[in-house]
C-alpha cells in the first residue's frame, strides 16, 4: 500500500467554529496521522497515510462538517505539496500562526442546545452560568481585535481559564476545544447589577433581581453581545409608554423578545421560514404578522403596523431571564414546548440615534435617564453589533437590517475586490472592505448625522481594514458632496494616495443586486426605488430604470419629478407631499379641506415657487403623499412610518386581488430622453375616493395595485424582453410591490433578482459602490 503526505490549504469559515476538532477527529478515524492549525489565510493541514484516503479526505471532511460543525463552511480546498511520508506517529493540533490575514471571524452565534443544557441541569458546573460557551455558539465577531481568532486576540484575554476549562479547551474530542471564550463560573466573567448612578446593589442573583424589576414595571438595561438593551415588561402599558418618553421615541415599533416559537406564536403568526430565522444559528428580529392580542394586550408596541417584530433568547442572559420567569425548571423541555405568557420589549440602547451603547461607565453616562437599573458584566464588548432585522417575503428572507448573526459574513463575488473600500451612503450605513473575491460588510451603523456615528463609521471602516490586513487601493463613495461619508472617502483616498471613485446612489443599488449574483458581464437593468439619492444631473432622483454595464449606467426612465416643499421637512411631514399631489392635478382646493390645521402656510405657493422649490423622482416622498392623502398620516418622527401604515391598511383590508386603475397612469417617452411616468390619473381617482369618506384600507390598495402594473408597464416599454433586471431599493422591503411587480415582470418573459444577502435598503449601498468601483478597476486594467 502506497503511503503519500500532502499538505492541504482550507478557507471559509473555518476558525472559532469546531473546524479543526472535526477534521482532528476525521483523521483519526481514519488512521491518518500529521498535524493541522490555525494561520491567517485559514486552516493548514499536514495529512500522512494511503495515498487514497488522504486524497479522497477533503469529501470526508465535508460531510463530517456538515453533521458536527455547523457553523463551518469550507470554500476551497488547494494542495499546497505532496511528498514522501515523513513518519509522523500520530495527528495533532498545533498552535495557531499569525501572518497576512486570509481568513475572517465568524459572526457571533446564539447559544446552542447543548450549552442551553448544561445552564439548566443542577448538577452541571455550569448550572446558571450567564457567559456557557462552545465551539458552537457564543461570541466571536463583538470580542475579537484582530485574527487569527485566538483568546490572546479576544476580550476573553483577561480571564485565564481555570484547571477545568483548560482541560476541556485543550482536548480535541470535547465540544469546547479551543472555544475561546469558554468559561465558567470560577474563571470567567460574572453579572452584576446597579442603579442608575452606577452604584453596585447587593443581591444574591443579579438574573433574578432584573426579572423582579422587570416585574414591577422598571427599565433595565440590559448588557448583551453587541451592545445594550432597554428592557421592559411588554404588557405593562405604563411601562412601555414610559420607555417611548424616556427614549423619545414615539412611533418607531418595539421589538419583543420571546422564550421560544410556541410563545411567539400566542402573539404573531410564525411561517415556516420564519420559525427557522427565529431559531437559526443568528436569531434575527423576524418581522412577523401580528395577530389581535397584540393591540390588545400591548398596544404601546407596534401602533398601527400589522406587523411584530419578534426574537427568540440569543445569549445565556437572555435565556437565563426567561428561566427565572419560567420558575427555573430543570432541562431545556419548557425552551421547546411550553408557552410562556411574559414578553419583553427589547430594544437598542442608542439614545437620539448614536451608536448602540457598548462601555459599562458609558452606558451609565448615556442610559442613566432611562434606565431604571442596569444588569451589567465585565466583559468587554469589542465591536458594536446591532440585533439583525430580516422581514419574509413570500417564504424568502429580506434583510431590513444585516447585522448580529450575519456580520461579517462575506458576500461572494466574480471580481477581485482586494483593497476596495466602501463607505456607503448618509443612511442605515455600512462600510465595506473587499479582499479576494469576497466584500466584507461592517456592522450596521446608522444615520451619520451625528458625530459620535460618523466616529462610529470610521471605526468600523478601520477596523475591519486592520482585521483582514488590506491596504486600501480605491475607495468608493456616495456622489453627494455633503454626506460625512463623501468626507471620510476623500480623507481615506488622500491617507492611503488611492483613487476615490464617486458612485452614483441608485446605480449602487442596482450593481449591488447583480454583483450578488454575478450576472454583471453583459449590460444588465435594474429598478431602484427609495427615498432619495443625488443624481447626475443635481437633482433628487428616487424612482429609476437604468442599465448598467463596466462601471457607467444610462438612465432610461424615472418617476415624474415633484416639488418637495420645504426640502427635508417634506419628508417629516408627509401631509406637504399630499398637497403636492393634488396641486399636480389642479385640485388646490382640496389642500385645505384636508388639512386645514396647515391653513396658514402657503403651501401651494411654496410648491410652485421654483426658486425656492426643488425637484425630486423619490418614489419613498410619493408614497408619503400618497398615505397623507389616504388620510393616514400628516407629520411622521420615524423615517418610512407613512409607507408602512399605507402598506399595513392595505394588508388588512378584505379584497384580493388589490385593485389596478385601468387608465391609472402614463408614459411619456421622446427621443434622447428618459422616459417618464406619471400617475396622475391615479391620484385623482385616490382624492376623489377620500373626499367621499372611502375607508383608507381601500384606497391604499388602488395605490399599491396601480403602482405596481405602471412599474411594470414602465419597464416593458423601456427594456428588452427576456433581460435580467435587479430590484432594489428600501421601497422593495414593502411586500406587496415586491412580490406582485416580480410576478408581472416573470410573466413578462424578464428573469428578476432581488438581494437576500444584503437589505434592499442603503444598508446594502456599500456592497454595490465597491461592485462598481471594482467593474471600473478591472476595464481600467484590462
Given at each position: 500500500m502506497t503511503k503519500i503526505c500532502r499538505t492541504y490549504r482550507l478557507t471559509g469559515l473555518v476558525q472559532g467554529v469546531g473546524f479543526r476538532p472535526t477534521l482532528w477527529r476525521a483523521a483519526v478515524d481514519l488512521k491518518l496521522t500529521g498535524y493541522v492549525l490555525n494561520d491567517a489565510a485559514g486552516v493548514t493541514a499536514v495529512l500522512e497515510g494511503p495515498t487514497e484516503t488522504v486524497e479522497t479526505f477533503p469529501d470526508f471532511l465535508r460531510r463530517r462538517l456538515a453533521e458536527e460543525a455547523p457553523l463551518a463552511r469550507l470554500d476551497t480546498v488547494e494542495v499546497v505539496e505532496t511528498k514522501a511520508p515523513e513518519g509522523f506517529a500520530d495527528f495533532t493540533i498545533h498552535q495557531s500562526q499569525g501572518g497576512q490575514a486570509q481568513t475572517m471571524v465568524t459572526p457571533d452565534a446564539a447559544t446552542c442546545k447543548a450549552c442551553a443544557t448544561d445552564m439548566f441541569s443542577p448538577g452541571n458546573r455550569r448550572w446558571r452560568y450567564a457567559f456557557t460557551n462552545c465551539t458552537h455558539c457564543g461570541p466571536r465577531l463583538t470580542i475579537t481585535r484582530r485574527i487569527p481568532y485566538d483568546r490572546k486576540e479576544t476580550s476573553m484575554a483577561v480571564f485565564p481559564m481555570c484547571p477545568a476549562c483548560l482541560k476541556e479547551y485543550e482536548n480535541p474530542a470535547d465540544r469546547r476545544f479551543h472555544a475561546q471564550p469558554n468559561a465558567c463560573p470560577v474563571c470567567g466573567p460574572q453579572l452584576f447589577v446597579t442603579d442608575n448612578a452606577g452604584k453596585k446593589i447587593a443581591c444574591e442573583d443579579p438574573i433574578d433581581y432584573a426579572v423582579e424589576q422587570l416585574k414591577a414595571g422598571k427599565i433595565v438595561a440590559i448588557k448583551g453581545l453587541g451592545g445594550f438593551h432597554l428592557a421592559c415588561d411588554a404588557k405593562n402599558e405604563a411601562a412601555v409608554h414610559e420607555l417611548r418618553v424616556r427614549k423619545a421615541r414615539d412611533e418607531k415599533p418595539f421589538a419583543l423578545m420571546l422564550a421560544n416559537t410556541v410563545s411567539a406564536e400566542k402573539f404573531c403568526t410564525v411561517s415556516p421560514k420564519a420559525k427557522e430565522l427565529l431559531e437559526g444559528v443568528a436569531h434575527p428580529i423576524v418581522l412577523c404578522p401580528k395577530k389581535e392580542v397584540v393591540d390588545a394586550l400591548m398596544p404601546e408596541v407596534a401602533p398601527g403596523l400589522n406587523e411584530l417584530g419578534v426574537m427568540l433568547p440569543y445569549t445565556p442572559v437572555h435565556l437565563l431571564l426567561f428561566h427565572t420567569l419560567a420558575g427555573?425548571?430543570?432541562?431545556?423541555?419548557?425552551?421547546?414546548?411550553?408557552?410562556?405568557?411574559?414578553?419583553?420589549?427589547?430594544?437598542?440602547?442608542?439614545?437620539?440615534?448614536?451608536?448602540?451603547?457598548?462601555?459599562?461607565?458609558?452606558?451609565?453616562?448615556?442610559?442613566?435617564?432611562?434606565?431604571?437599573?442596569?444588569?451589567?458584566?465585565?466583559?468587554?464588548?469589542?465591536?458594536?453589533?446591532?440585533?439583525?432585522?430580516?422581514?419574509?417575503?413570500?417564504?424568502?428572507?429580506?434583510?431590513?437590517?444585516?447585522?448580529?448573526?450575519?456580520?461579517?459574513?462575506?458576500?461572494?463575488?466574480?471580481?477581485?475586490?482586494?483593497?476596495?473600500?466602501?463607505?456607503?451612503?448618509?443612511?442605515?450605513?455600512?462600510?465595506?472592505?473587499?479582499?479576494?473575491?469576497?466584500?466584507?460588510?461592517?456592522?450596521?451603523?446608522?444615520?451619520?448625522?451625528?458625530?459620535?456615528?460618523?466616529?462610529?463609521?470610521?471605526?468600523?471602516?478601520?477596523?475591519?481594514?486592520?482585521?483582514?490586513?488590506?491596504?486600501?487601493?480605491?475607495?468608493?463613495?456616495?456622489?453627494?458632496?455633503?454626506?460625512?461619508?463623501?468626507?471620510?472617502?476623500?480623507?481615506?483616498?488622500?491617507?492611503?494616495?488611492?483613487?476615490?471613485?464617486?458612485?452614483?446612489?441608485?446605480?449602487?443599488?442596482?450593481?449591488?443586486?447583480?454583483?450578488?449574483?454575478?450576472?454583471?458581464?453583459?449590460?444588465?437593468?435594474?429598478?431602484?426605488?427609495?427615498?432619495?439619492?443625488?443624481?447626475?444631473?443635481?437633482?433628487?432622483?428616487?424612482?429609476?430604470?437604468?442599465?448598467?454595464?463596466?462601471?457607467?449606467?444610462?438612465?432610461?426612465?424615472?418617476?415624474?419629478?415633484?416639488?418637495?416643499?420645504?426640502?427635508?421637512?417634506?419628508a417629516r411631514e408627509p401631509w406637504r407631499m399630499g398637497a403636492v399631489l393634488c396641486e399636480s392635478i389642479h385640485r388646490e382646493d382640496a389642500v385645505a379641506k384636508l388639512w386645514p390645521q396647515y391653513a396658514k402656510l402657503p403651501i401651494v405657493s411654496l410648491i410652485r415657487n421654483t426658486r425656492l422649490t426643488v425637484k425630486t423622482t423619490s418614489m419613498g416622498r410619493l408614497f408619503d403623499g400618497a398615505a397623507a392623502l389616504a388620510g393616514l398620516i400628516d407629520v411622521q418622527h420615524d423615517e418610512a412610518r407613512a409607507a408602512m401604515l399605507l402598506e399595513s391598511v392595505a394588508e388588512n383590508c378584505a379584497a384580493r386581488p388589490y385593485p389596478v386603475l385601468k387608465d391609472g397612469w402614463t408614459i411619456e417617452t421622446a427621443e434622447n430622453r428618459p422616459a417618464v411616468l406619471s400617475v396622475k390619473p391615479l391620484i385623482a381617482e385616490m382624492l376623489a375616493l377620500r373626499l367621499k369618506g372611502v375607508e383608507a384600507g381601500v384606497i391604499a390598495q388602488l395605490f399599491h395595485g396601480t403602482l405596481s402594473a405602471a412599474l411594470a408597464d414602465l419597464v416593458q416599454k423601456t427594456v428588452p424582453v427576456t433581460s435580467n433586471i435587479c430590484l432594489s431599493g428600501g421601497t422593495f422591503l414593502n411586500r406587496f410591490l415586491s412580490t406582485d411587480l416580480t410576478r408581472r415582470l416573470m410573466q413578462a418573459g424578464f428573469t428578476v433578482y432581488q438581494s437576500e444577502q444584503l437589505p434592499a435598503g442603503d444598508g446594502g449601498v456599500s456592497f454595490g459602490q465597491a461592485a462598481v468601483a471594482a467593474e471600473l478597476l478591472a476595464l481600467k486594467k484590462n
Open positions: 427555573k425548571p430543570e432541562g431545556i423541555d419548557w425552551l421547546e414546548e411550553d408557552v410562556l405568557d411574559f414578553a419583553l420589549v427589547m430594544t437598542s440602547a442608542n439614545p437620539g440615534g448614536e451608536p448602540l451603547v457598548i462601555d459599562n461607565d458609558e452606558a451609565v453616562e448615556r442610559l442613566s435617564h432611562i434606565a431604571d437599573v442596569f444588569l451589567m458584566h465585565n466583559r468587554d464588548i469589542v465591536t458594536r453589533c446591532d440585533d439583525s432585522v430580516v422581514r419574509v417575503v413570500d417564504e424568502k428572507p429580506r434583510l431590513v437590517r444585516r447585522s448580529r448573526g450575519f456580520t461579517p459574513l462575506a458576500v461572494k463575488t466574480k471580481l477581485d475586490m482586494t483593497g476596495i473600500v466602501a463607505v456607503g451612503p448618509a443612511l442605515k450605513v455600512t462600510g465595506a472592505v473587499g479582499r479576494g473575491q469576497e466584500v466584507f460588510l461592517t456592522e450596521h451603523v446608522g444615520e451619520t448625522d451625528n458625530p459620535a456615528t460618523c466616529r462610529h463609521l470610521k471605526e468600523a471602516v478601520d477596523h475591519f481594514l486592520d482585521i483582514l490586513e488590506v491596504t486600501p487601493k480605491a475607495i468608493a463613495y456616495d456622489l453627494h458632496p455633503d454626506f460625512y461619508s463623501t468626507r471620510l472617502a476623500l480623507e481615506l483616498a488622500q491617507k492611503f494616495e488611492v483613487p476615490a471613485i464617486a458612485v452614483q446612489h441608485h446605480h449602487a443599488h442596482i450593481a449591488g443586486v447583480a454583483h450578488e449574483y454575478g450576472i454583471f458581464e453583459a449590460p444588465y437593468y435594474g429598478l431602484a426605488l427609495d427615498g432619495v439619492g443625488l443624481g447626475t444631473d443635481g437633482t433628487a432622483w428616487g424612482a429609476e430604470l437604468l442599465r448598467c454595464h463596466e462601471g457607467t449606467f444610462e438612465r432610461l426612465a424615472h418617476l415624474q419629478a415633484m416639488a418637495l416643499p420645504g426640502g427635508d421637512k417634506a
